[in-house]
């Protein structure tokens, strides 16, 4: 396509427009941060029920304070791919899966073909590991059935989302689900963890189950350390199956390219280039301060959302840790949820009952959000190869990935499985696996296609490749561990 059919002045590079004046400022305050957490917020929601209440919970129970580090190597590794994602799409208008589409050597198409398998495989695996953990718990407070509980949960969610009419429930989640998390923040000092073992436990190193969970839950011992650390790994912060979507959620926000008056013609120009070509941004010094000033908003975006979840976790695992282990509770089973009371009656008594409340609210809001997420993944994912599916657009597949999304977790509450067993194969594949390779297309598409004025600085690109690494070999590890492959 001729760079002329790109509005009607024609220029013979692709322009960024301006700014806002908050980005255009350098460094950040905390309003800008908070004008600017948008979609992040939506991915913090999706997770906070399940990686951070119930599997940084169950750590802390199971390994102690040993791997708090894990919090840390698995925030900044994510995030960081989480923002050159969402940077690809700001300057470009074009989501990073599409690129992959024409750019990764090998046969056409294969690596979002790849990614989008995952992601679907993983959809049915957290939908129904989320609603089992919820339905247990309501059936735990004492009338009804667990399984009843948990497929009326599912469709619900579904007609809701479906409709959109939850907008003002929402809110009063948003409200309950952070006195809840103030409240465990606050229970972490109530507690008195040792603080030596917190310092001790940043520090990566040696881990193995306390002893008293081989006594009393020997079945969890039974499952690689390995296996348990990368299970939590995966939904500490969410996966693929989230973030492919999470960076399409960024259509809506119109930062940078994507908020250009042609930004559908330049999407069809970058689709007509030959797959090694750069992208034509303009190098003139203007434009290359618009785009750093524009890569703000996905930065401001990724941090309030990562730094938030690992806050969270952080004190989960910690009251998982001074709380759970010294009373020899684990979360597991059909007690997921049931444990964690104690971190905020540590605070008051009566902040026992608050938790029955305000934990439903998080884990409906939890199940909630991932239609409308699972959505925009499978839709990105196949857009980037199908154009009867860029045809169709995110709204016209919605009900074929509620459809597979629903039967599937229908089908797989149906075995009896707990939340544990349910979420962990997509949390090793679609949580792990799948983020380390994803990163490293980033990584591929970066140098390739990209102005060297617009790639990533040395700093990105050194987390992105280490994150990357480090997630693909855990992931590896763990689906090895997993078939019993290696011990």
């Known amino acids: 396509m001729a760079t002329e059919e790109i509005g009607r002045n024609a ?115 957290w939908a129904s590991g989320v609603a089992v953990a919820l339905g247990d718990f309501l059936a735990s407070q004492g009338a009804g059935n667990a399984t009843a509980y948990a497929i009326g949960i599912l469709l619900f969610a579904a007609v809701l989302s479906w409709a959109g009419g939850y907008t ?91 908020g250009h008056r042609d930004v559908d013609a330049i999407g069809r120009r970058l689709a007509a280039q030959e ?74 008594p009566v902040f026992e009952y608050f938790y029955i409340v305000a934990i439903v609210m998080v884990l409906f809001g939890t199940v909630y959000a991932l239609w409308e997420a699972y959505s925009w993944t499978t839709y990105e994912s196949l857009a980037a190869v199908s154009e009867k599916v860029r045809a169709r657009g995110q709204r016209g597949i919605r009900p074929y990935v509620y459809v597979w999304t629903g039967i599937g977790a229908i089908l797989m509450i149906a075995t009896g499985a707990d939340f544990v067993d349910l979420i962990t194969p997509a949390s090793i594949v679609g949580g792990v696996f799948a983020c380390g390779i994803y990163g490293a297309g980033l990584l591929y598409i970066d140098k390739v296609n990209m102005p060297t004025e617009y790639r990533m600085s040395k700093l990105l690109r050194s987390l992105v490749a280490v994150g990357s690494v480090f997630l693909t070999v855990c992931g590896v590890i763990a689906m090895l561990s997993y078939a019993e492959v290696i011990s």
């Open 11 to 125: 220029e013979p590079v692709l322009r960024l427009p301006e700014p806002p004046p908050e980005l255009r400022r350098g460094g950040f305050s905390l309003a800008t941060v908070l004008k600017f957490f948008g979609p992040g917020a939506i991915i913090a929601s999706l997770t906070i029920g399940s990686g951070e209440s119930i599997l940084a919970s169950r750590e802390g129970a199971v390994f102690g304070y040993t791997v708090l580090w894990a919090i840390v190597v698995g925030t900044v590794a994510k995030g960081a791919l989480v923002y050159a994602s969402n940077r690809h799409i700001t300057l470009t208008g074009e989501h990073p899966m599409t690129r992959f589409g024409k750019v990764m050597p090998g046969p056409r198409g294969w690596f979002p073909v790849l990614l989008a398998l995952i992601c679907l495989a993983s959809f049915p695996g």
């Open 168 to 258: 003002v429930l929402e809110r009063v989640q948003v409200v309950i689900a952070g006195l809840m998390v103030v409240l465990v923040l606050i229970g972490v000092f109530v507690a008195q963890p040792d603080w030596l073992g917190v310092l001790g436990g940043l520090v990566p190193g040696s881990f193995e189950y306390a002893p008293f969970v081989a006594d009393k839950y020997p079945e969890i011992p039974e499952t690689s350390v390995w296996v348990e650390l990368v299970v939590f790994m995966g939904g500490l912060g969410g996966g693929m199956y989230d973030y492919i979507g999470y960076t399409g959620m960024l259509r809506e926000k119109k930062w940078g390219m994507l």
């Open 275 to 348: 797959s090694r070509a750069r992208i034509p941004l303009s190098a003139e010094p203007e434009d290359v301060e618009k785009a750093r000033a524009w890569n703000r908003a996905p930065l401001f975006d990724m941090m309030a959302a990562f730094l938030a979840m690992a806050v969270i976790a952080a004190a989960f695992m910690i009251n998982g840790a001074a709380i759970l282990g010294e009373k020899q509770q684990v979360p597991e089973g059909n007690d997921v949820l049931t444990y964690q009371s104690q971190f905020l009656a540590g605070v008051a």
